[in-house]
């Protein structure tokens, strides 16, 4: 699949796996991880605190910044500062 295409991100790798009915699951952060088995994957969430979303976002090279405490900017409003 790389050798085909060299801009394949990981999600679209392990893509392929689920297709083929594989259970093998990637992550990749905060060092690319290869596990087997549903219950090994969502244990190794777990353990780094990150959601299957933000693992898939990882996977396909999307950076989402987490908010974390108090809102800065306008009551209701929340901003994400300048890094």
């Known amino acids: 699949m790389l050798a ?3 801009e394949t991100n990981l999600l679209e790798i392990e893509e392929v796996f689920r297709d083929a009915g594989n259970r093998v ?3 990749a952060e905060p060092e690319l991880t290869i596990v087997t088995g549903t219950s090994a994957w969502r244990s190794a969430l777990d353990r780094l605190g990150m959601s ?3 693992s898939r976002y990882a996977l396909a ?3 989402r ?3 974390r405490g108090p809102p800065c900017g306008a009551p209701g409003e929340r901003k994400i500062p300048p890094a």
């Open 25 to 27: 699951y990637l992550i």
């Open 4 to 6: 085909a295409n060299s």
């Open 52 to 54: 299957p979303r933000e």
């Open 65 to 67: 910044r987490r908010v």
């Open 61 to 63: 090279g999307i950076h």
